[in-house]
């Protein structure tokens, strides 16, 4: 068994540092996590945010204070009973001038030790391109970039050597190709100079004879015969199924771990590699082999193996792969489909067609975009496979010519139901067969994801907090016995995967989805709303079409859903930040649906005039009503919200699996995708407010004297719910219930608990069970018509004005304030509802880890929610003195 227990990501870069993260591991500590869950520490581009665009697998990055600084973070954290955790990257490299494999190959073509490291097609069917790298970095074609002057010969002081400039790139000389030893510098350089006809001749001259062919960056989606990340030309594939190169690229990190210095691995874009299983099987028996090289206490414990994967709905991973499960997109769509309401699905269904004027499916919407994707963005990798199927067709299909057998490929392609398949490439004898294998196994990924997640999600709004990656948009939600089947089998069999709600990947914070999800409950209210913001007078922006309108209606959703907790109505700088945020998330969404702009041919007029749109709701007087009535409804459904996600981490805490805390997200995560997602974390500030958590006796639950004075620590941050405070209280005491009982989580068995009574379908009970140790699970779903008192019959919202103007609209007139409602259910809601105990359980008395209170089993072992479920409407209880009767 492995001593993961509770992670904590955190996303490394020049300004969080391995120094920083082990500043803070006093409070993770106190927080109960065991791990940190480092970004990739490898050397990556200089300025690199992420990590991922590594130039040297050997080495740990100097920007993040090099292998000293992981040395010191790894045995602070040791001292504490914690570890390390790395998120590797063996797929792929940055085509970077310090990338010295990628440099050596630019310099030496198909005669570098390294050119076939690189997943590089050396017989490329174009004559001029045959044997060389297509460089497809320039800002503009070629012969502009040669006659404008974007192309350089420039000599390299600190290297001492001549080289190409392009487009703020660096490029090698291949030996043998300049000779002009007998000239000053100064007088070689003027003889290449752009601005002159004779030196650009001898400039054109002089790149032709190198072993890359430098090109527009457009030319790659056709002509590029390297493998790319998706379809990102900086970023090149790794033939890691070599032996020689999978030892160079995991040589760190294999000496990392046998020296104790970290505990396991999460492998970036495992769907990438040739072979994903045998992949993991070498990586996982890779590990195991150092195992005896470790420190003495540490030779016990099993390596921790995740991979970052996509299952789709009904797919699981095969034992086969001998790894302990991926990353967590999948519970982050289970944990999500469970807390909407199946019922808002036809009605918020109808609002997006009539809006959009779209009548199709996600799943429609996946298949069109991937054929776009094919003629657009994949040419090249499309073309390559298909002559890799002409090499090994039967007569038949030959006879049908390339364009029959392209559609059939297509079709194939379009319709492909997961995002890649794993037959094993070696069942093939060596050959044209085994390589049209891997190619269409190593381009269903990037299709499926490109199509789905960055083009998809973009497009078909019905609802956009299920529009997150892992998640299937024609998947709603799921009940309650399909959640629990999923608790049943992870607790056989996926006890070591990961239980996560945020990424660095999502689209929208965990909050923010949760908050969307009240929609589900609530489409009349919704309905109404949304209608009228559409149709707001006077804007000065007016709807083109249906289109525009649909786009408007899924930044509309955006808003409410990341509208942050704190902003008030009346806060302009406030306003104007979170106006600079959604511009930031337009814009990128405009791009990535392909529609009315793309990254590929942007329209900056139509981007200009969206993003006008935004920023006149808080500069234009005549539109700041539109922006706070936005407001007034985010506020209004905002304590619904919370309570889905108080309920989110409750299941994520408790349900088997390995849960893992996205860096900052121990308060509200309101935030958008990437880079919003990725913003700095005030960590003092957490610290802080965990240290008065503990000093008020909050998180210890101390009650000696029958005070109550834990339950009145408790509706104290019910009535600040606001802060977070409340969410990291919360947070705090289930990870330090997790480290007081790790082999209850760890191995426990999950069985589903029967609930009896009206409310029945507003409730998720579970307990966790292992050897004498118990923990009864209890938290409700679908409680937004208790909290906003609206629900599907269509009752007026609070402060609906119905058809009136507008500017009259008030969510406030006739509601409590805003700051009066809180994220739990008046204990009334509950009256008749119980959760049923294991019969053995009948009069025993249950502790509640999270509020405090005891509560007594009747004589059939049922808990009245009334009483169970406050103040907080969630609980963690077990049995008083920690124990189980026989």
């Known amino acids: ?161 001549y080289c190409v400039s392009a487009s703020g790139m660096r490029f090698p000389l291949a030996p043998g190709s300049f000779d002009e030893d007998g000239r000053a510098r100064h007088e070689i350089l003027k003889r290449y100079e752009a601005a002159d006809s004779d030196g650009r001749r001898r400039l054109h001259a002089l790149l032709g004879r190198q072993h890359y062919m430098l090109a527009w960056w457009r030319s790659a989606a056709r002509f590029i015969n390297w493998r790319r990340f998706f379809e990102i030309s900086d970023l090149i594939g790794m033939r890691v199924e070599n032996p020689e190169v999978f030892d160079a690229v995991h040589a760190l990190t294999l000496r990392l771990y046998a020296e104790g210095l970290i505990d396991g691995v999460r492998v970036d874009h495992v769907d990438g590699l040739a072979d994903p299983p045998a992949y993991c099987r070498n990586l996982r028996a890779a590990l195991q082999e150092r195992i005896g090289l470790r420190p003495p206490e540490l030779r016990g414990q099993e390596p921790w193996v995740l991979v970052e994967k996509i299952l789709a709905p009904g797919e699981a991973l095969d034992d086969s792969w001998n790894v302990d499960g991926t990353t967590g997109y999948d519970f982050m769509d289970q944990v999500s489909a469970v807390l909407h309401d199946e019922r808002g699905r036809r009605q918020l ?58 559609q059939l490929v297509d079709g194939i392609l379009v319709s492909f139901p997961v995002y890649r398949s794993y037959l094993d490439p070696r069942i093939i004898p060596g050959g044209p067969a085994r390589e049209a294998l891997i190619r269409f196994q190593q381009l269903t990924p990037p299709l ?73 409950e609530l489409p009349r209210a919704w309905g109404r709303a949304s209608h009228r913001w559409l149709h707001w007078p006077d804007t000065g922006y007016a709807l083109s079409g249906r289109l525009q309108a649909g786009e408007r209606y899924m930044l509309f959703q955006t808003i409410v859903g990341a509208w942050p907790v704190d902003l008030g109505l009346d806060d302009d700088d406030g306003l104007r930040s979170f106006v600079r945020r959604l511009v930031q998330w337009q814009t990128k969404a405009l791009r990535e649906a392909k529609v009315s702009s793309s990254w590929f ?60 805390l996205y860096q900052g997200t121990e308060w509200w995560d ?53 802060s977070g405070r409340l969410k990291q209280a919360l947070l705090c005491r289930l990870l330090r219930l997790r480290r007081e009982a790790p082999g209850l989580f760890a191995s426990g068995d999950y069985q589903p608990l029967a609930v009896k009574g009206p409310r029945s379908g507003h409730v998720i009970a579970f307990a966790r069970l292992w050897q004498r140790s118990m923990a009864i699970v209890i938290v409700p779903r679908l409680c937004a018509s208790a909290i906003c008192g609206d629900d599907l019959d269509g009752a007026a919202a609070p402060g609906d004005a119905g058809g009136a103007h507008p500017s009259s609209v008030s969510w406030h007139d006739e509601d409590p304030p805003a700051e009066a409602r809180l994220p739990c259910v008046p204990s009334s809601f509950w009256a008749g509802t119980r959760v049923m105990l294991p019969p053995h359980m009948a009069g025993m008395t249950v502790r509640d880890r999270l509020a405090g209170a005891a509560h007594l089993a009747d004589q059939e072992g049922g808990l009245a929610l009334a009483c169970v479920l406050d103040p907080l409407s969630m609980a963690v209880l077990q049995p008083e003195g920690g124990g189980m009767a026989a």
């Open 1 to 161: 068994m492995n001593s993961v227990r509770a992670t904590v990501r955190l996303q490394l870069n020049a300004g969080f540092t391995l120094d920083d993260a082990r500043a803070r591991l006093d409070y993770f500590d106190s927080l109960g996590i065991s791990h940190l869950y480092l970004s990739p520490v490898s050397c990556a581009r200089p300025g690199s945010m992420h990590g991922y665009d590594v130039v040297d697998h050997g080495r740990v990055n100097p920007e993040l204070g090099g292998e000293p600084a992981l040395r010191e973070l790894a045995h602070a954290a040791r001292l504490r009973g914690m570890g390390l955790i790395l998120d590797i990257v063996p797929n792929h490299m940055a085509t970077d001038a310090n990338n010295a494999w990628w440099w050596d190959v630019l310099t030496l073509g198909a005669d570098s030790a390294y050119a076939h490291w690189f997943d590089i097609d050396w017989r490329a069917t174009s004559r001029r391109l045959r044997g060389k790298v297509l460089a497809p970095f320039l800002a503009q074609s070629y012969l502009r970039s040669l006659n404008s002057g974007q192309i350089q010969l420039v000599f390299d002081g600190a290297a001492g050597q």
């Open 349 to 406: 269904g109808d609002a997006w067609r009539r809006i959009s004027g779209d009548t199709r499916t996600a799943r429609e919407h996946v298949r069109g975009a991937r054929r776009q994707l094919l003629r657009r963005h994949f040419v090249a990798e499309r073309a390559a496979l298909l002559r890799g199927v002409a090499a090994v067709a039967p007569d038949e299909l030959l006879r049908w010519g390339p364009g029959l057998s392209g």
């Open 448 to 520: 499926a994801a490109k199509s789905l997640e960055d083009t998809v999600f973009y497009r078909y709004g019905r609802l956009l907090s299920r529009n997150e990656v892992g998640s299937d948009p024609d998947m709603f939600a799921i009940t309650p016995d399909a959640f629990h089947a999923q608790g049943i089998k992870r607790a056989q069999a996926l006890r070591g995967a990961m239980l996560a709600t945020a990424t660095h990947d999502h689209k929208r914070g965990e909050d923010a989805r949760m908050r969307l999800a009240v929609l589900s």
């Open 601 to 660: 041919t942007p329209d900056c007029w139509y981007e200009q005039r969206a993003e006008d749109f935004l920023i006149s709701l808080v500069l234009e007087h005549e539109n700041h009503m539109l922006i706070r009535d936005i407001g007034r409804f985010a506020q209004y459904i905002a304590p619904a919200g919370a309570l889905n996600s108080l309920a989110q981490l409750v299941l994520r805490l408790t349900f088997p699996g390995v849960p893992d």
């Open 670 to 722: 309101f935030s958008l995708v990437d880079p919003d997602n990725r913003a700095p974390v005030d960590f003092p500030a957490r610290e802080h407010a965990l240290a008065e958590l503990d000093g008020d006796a909050m998180l210890t639950l101390a009650d000696t004297e029958g005070t109550g004075d834990v339950r009145w620590a408790t509706r104290r941050l019910l009535a600040q719910w606001r």
